[in-house]
């Protein structure tokens, strides 16, 4: 079944679900809306006020008053310890909102009577609607408790179960009908149109404190876009509760479509970010408006990596040297594995600084054919050490070679008697097929290419077969 | 009668040309161009424990780390030489007195214990991982490196692949043999020691790699 057919389904398992749904555990006091995907989950969202005492259950006094730019202009306040606000729903996320603020202390969080971790609200500036969300094992009835350390104030602004997201990689702009980006209160976002150079030429802005916009998205980095101007002021960046310090819009002259990418986000939960006007500004600038041209969700890592363009890029140069577009090393086998990567689309790092770190992989042509590369771009044990470094994120350890695919590659240790474990070579996996030469030619296996000792569709451990080779399997999360 | 000669000339040069190759023929018919000791005896004796040194070794790595069988065939002696990185690993593991004697038995038994547990540590790392539903971090391989006394690591499989060995040249002098030995991914050379009659190896190196 592909992705689409997937969608639909799940969207009809949602429909019958809800229609199945006694009217006692609708709760909701906002409703819910339609979402490009819910594919983390079927039961619908729902979103419960702080204000509803029957879904929530308060435990110890608590303050109840107006705020504005709360999500109902209400909140539950509590700076006792073991005061506790506790709620149960039905499905496999949850998210808390509440506010952030320099009176703030921190709150232990609980779901189905476990302690999960402490949670810290505290911020130099009020930021309204911070949402946290935690995804439960299972879907089904579950309970969160929020309890008050009693290191300053909690609050409870509301919680909504299995939170609506965006997964697609695309930009979703300011002006979006469907109302993806959130903004509070949505009247005071002045809403600009024609703006020559901002994407879609629409922008929104407001210069009042507190006054903030969410955007809900499931991804592992998102990029807020804006303009920057003479009178723009300070924005206060927030994803799911974490402070993520401050953007100065102002410039002396009109910038836009600029950007600032977070990256490092959990990929399979929903994340929220806050963009909030903190009224502080620049002390060049006329004023404190903040401004939104759009969000980027950054393609996820699935779609970056064009395989079969590696591949053919491997093939086409397996028995060959590219000297004009890539740096040139009498040993070649890891830059010719780089130049797969790079080839497939793998972006670089620390090219701007060219760093020589493990943390770094790049090259530069100042022209054609003079061209260089960092450590990790043409050694074994350094570029082992990059993939180590990026492990879980860029690159992932296997069990097997026959784990890998495509795109993927392998380190070798081919000196048993050096005394360590030391990478001494790299093949790139070119996929499944008929051997082309050695021992196994004619054969279906997995199949490699190498250079230094240059290999075309070899069986992928022909002459490195058993115990006596140790082995780096690595395959692209890409 | 010079026909008869030439006749004559030509079988005696025949059969002097067919005693000379009969002479130089080794033991080992590697496919290539050996160079023996001129002791075939020795040379099988030499062959079988470098043999049995691959067997123990790739069951050895397959196995865990279990490098209780090394004695066997190796030994330590000044032959293979150890630097002060690989002293201080072996000091680590094995302990002082054990470091200052240590040799090419002492080295293979540290490498080959910290590879084979080092990757049966990985492999259940990774099968962990993946009931967690994630994949291993940094943080997780550096943890595991830190275990396996700071040695890279790396997957060995439990193939029971044969290693096919091509014996290129023995040279025995003075109870020592220099033997190198091409196994498919390189051309090794190995220094053996006789002890009481028995052959040990005592270093071994890689002369040219050919993945």
New interface residues.
Partial sequence: MNRKHSRWLVMLVLILSYAALPASSMVSQASTSTSSNLSLYSLPSITVDNANTSAISYGGAWTSAGYSNAMFNTLHLSGSSGNYAQFSFSGRAITYWYSMAYNRGSARIYLDGNYIETISAYAPEIRRQVGRTWMLPTEGSHTIKVEVVGDGFIDVDAFTSNIQYVDSAAQYDDSDPQTIIRYFPDANWYRATGVSGAYNNTLRWSGVATELLRFTFVGNSITYMFSKANNRGIAAITIDGEDKGYMDLYSYGLMRHLGVTYTGLAENIPHVINITVTNTLNPSSSNTFVDIDNFVLNKPLTEIYDRDKAVTYADEWARGRNTNNFPTYQWDCVSYLSQMLITGGIPMIGVTTQADTNWDWWYRCQSAGNCSGSITWQQV?SM?SHA??????RF?????GTDLTKGDFFF??????????????ARVIVGWGNVEEGAYAGQWHLLAN?HS?DRRHIKWDW???????????WHL?Y | MKNKILFGTLVGTGIILLLLVVANKSSVDAGMSYRGSGLPEEEKKIEKVIENW?EI??TA??GGGDVSRYPEVLVDTGDYP?DEE?RA?IEEVYGKERARTAGFLT??Q??DM??GQ??EM??DA??KAREEN?????K???ELQAKNHG?????????T???ELAFEAIEIANGKTTARVYD???L?EFILVQIDGQWFISS???LR???
């Avoid at chain 2, 040695?151 to 193939?159: P, R, T």
């Fill in positions: 044990l082992n180590s470094a990026y492990a879980g994120q992932a350890y296997r069990y097997n070798m240790d081919a000196d048993p008697y050096d005394g360590k474990t030391e990478y001494t070579h190498s000792n002459l490195v077969e058993g115990p006596n080779y140790a082995k780096a399997f999360i | 691959y070794q790739t790595r397959a150890i690989q690993l080295m293979m540290v490498q910290l590879v080092g990757s990985l492999k990774i099968k994630r994949e291993l971090t940094k997780d391989l550096d040695q890279i690591l790396g997957i060995v499989d439990k193939s692949h044969k290693t498919g991914g390189g090794r071994g190196k890689t790699i050919d993945v």
